[in-house]
């Protein structure tokens, strides 16, 4: 169903700003580039671990739009939270903790402008594109590990708080 919603929106910007179009194009360039990179290193495990995080990226942003149910600023339904921004953070999460910063810095200007774009737009306020990025990193934050790099993690339960350094070969 987000699929088809997605499409639907990228059929509905043509007729819109040139700003919601590139925004709507770059909602599905962020995980077809998290996908590729996945390809290109041979790197079946972070394909996996991709697809944990936007099953549950997608899963609690639709709970959630059905649950509240908010109108957009423009009088539609299903406002909060964005799944634009969502899945682009979720793509961009995955892409920054999987292959580091040279690859995230990037996806995460690229995420940014699509939550940008959904508020200039009026498809959704601050808020949603806010609550949508939290979820989106947070689901590809807590699936996704470091491909074949040192990885530094704070760690915490009841009884310490510390930092764990790793590394993946």
Aim: net charge negative.
């Amino acid at each position: 169903m987000g699929l088809f919603l997605c499409i639907t929106s990228i059929a509905e910007a043509n007729s819109g700003s040139g700003v919601e179009a590139a925004g709507d194009v770059l909602l599905f360039v962020l995980p077809a580039t998290a996908i590729g990179l996945t390809i290109g290193h041979e790197d079946g495990e972070g394909a996996l671990q991709f697809g944990e995080s936007t099953a549950l990226a997608i899963g609690v942003t639709y709970g959630l739009k059905y649950a509240v149910d908010e109108l957009r600023p423009n009088g539609g339904r299903h406002s909060f939270p964005s799944a634009h921004s969502s899945i682009s953070f979720s793509a961009a999460e995955f892409i920054r903790k999987r292959y580091g910063w040279d690859y995230g810095i990037p996806a995460y200007l690229a995420a940014s402008f699509v939550a940008y774009s959904r508020v200039e737009a009026r498809q959704h306020y601050l808020h949603d594109v806010i609550v949508g990025a939290g979820i989106g990193i947070a689901s590809s934050y807590v699936f996704t590990k470091p491909y074949k790099d040192w990885n530094v993690q704070p760690e915490a339960d009841g009884r310490y708080y510390g930092i764990r350094l790793s590394r993946t070969w």
